[in-house]
């Protein structure tokens, strides 16, 4: 009879090189690896060989970079995202690809499970899990570190490195830094380690050889940097009159936007499993599309379509972070936000200065600020009438006078 079949989600790493040995003895199993490039560059060299050394019976490394951009990030940029007011969901937003994808060659390959390395404590197996169960619910989810019979295996690092030893498994076996870090096409996420304590300055000097993606900002460039940005219903399209895919953009801002420094973050957030983590961040081109945007809608965006919208960027943010990207309430939200960025088009110009994106113009074919009417001179299309906001004045001031009528009165 043919083994099982697991797709496993692998890095590479200590942790999913174990889980990769262990899955398949445990389970009788063949395991099948599954890499997503979404931007983590050299962390991909030797994957696969190491993969099938470790007891992969096949070898999965998709570059799936441009459907990140595209179907991704540029949506949930759109929407405003921003979680807990700093953090712009680069490790939430890259979940659901990942779970995506691996649900797709489960079903190719015939798998009975697919599995992954998150821990029990961490946001990722919700959101992994929930992504999985949104789109195929008969495939069973394996998460090793929620297992007691994993746990008791191998309670700590060491017992992880002899297991890795005892079986050839080829990881390198040196002291773990003093954090953990995450990399896509995003951003940088670092944690643990240093970080757990929330009075370490992650921006100091010690720290400085952390950062990957960014220079500080003491170190920017001592000149400005202008960059023009067009958008297209919302989406950007091209950077200094240069026409660019999603991926291109992305791209290009993060070498510009970690040239100057932009995009660092350093934050405690609350997890959606019930605790507080501290978590430091990069998301140097990010930051700079996220600001643009903003500043692209300010010009061709409805007030009340504006307002409604960003009644909902709380709702939107915290159902990425969470883990509901494929739920039928963020596919509703999505369909709103589509709407309300037809007419998001034109071109934003920034200055890049040493952490700080600064605004030097908007412009757009279809702009909903007229200067002739909201000129403090004469207006010569005549279409506000300044002794119309007379009686604009006292239709709203009539509650608080009757408000403030009965509280005179009670005193």
Known sequence: MAKNKIVLAYSGGLDTSIILKWLKETYDAEIIAFTADIGQKEELDGLEAKALATGASKVYIDDLREEFAKD?????????????????????????????????????????????????????????????????????????????????????????????????????ASAAKSYSMDRNLLHISYESG???????????????????????????????????????????????????????????????????????VDMVENRFVGMKSRGVYETPGGTILFTAHRKMESLTMDREVMNLRDSLITRYSTLVYNGFWFAPERLALQALVTESQKNVTGTVRVKLYKGNIIGAGVKSPVSLYNPDIATMEADPTEAYDQGDATGFIRLNALRLKVSSGVEQNNK
Request: proline letters at 6%; aromatic letters at 8%.
């Open 72 to 172: 991704f990030i540029y949506p949930m940029f759109q929407a405003g995202a921003m979680y807990e007011g700093q953090y712009l969901l680069g490790t939430s937003i890259a979940r659901p690809l990942i779970a995506k994808r691996m649900v797709e060659i489960a079903r190719a390959e015939g798998a009975m499970a697919i599995a992954h390395g998150a821990t029990g404590k961490g946001n990722d197996q919700v959101r992994f899990e929930l992504a999985a169960a949104g789109l195929a619910p008969e495939i069973q989810v394996i998460a090793p570190w929620r297992l007691s019979e994993f746990r008791d295996r191998f309670p700590g690092r060491a017992e992880m490195i002899a297991y890795a030893e005892e079986h050839g498994i080829p990881v390198t």
């Open 194 to 264: 240093v970080l757990e304590d929330p009075w370490y300055d992650a921006s100091g000097e010690e720290s400085k050889d952390m950062y990957l993606l960014s220079v500080s900002p003491e170190d920017a460039p001592d000149q400005p940097e202008y960059l023009e940005l067009e958008f297209e219903q919302g989406n950007c399209v091209g950077l200094n009159g240069q026409r660019l895919d999603p991926l291109g953009v992305m791209e290009k801002l993060n070498e510009l936007g970690g040239k100057h420094g932009i995009g660092r």
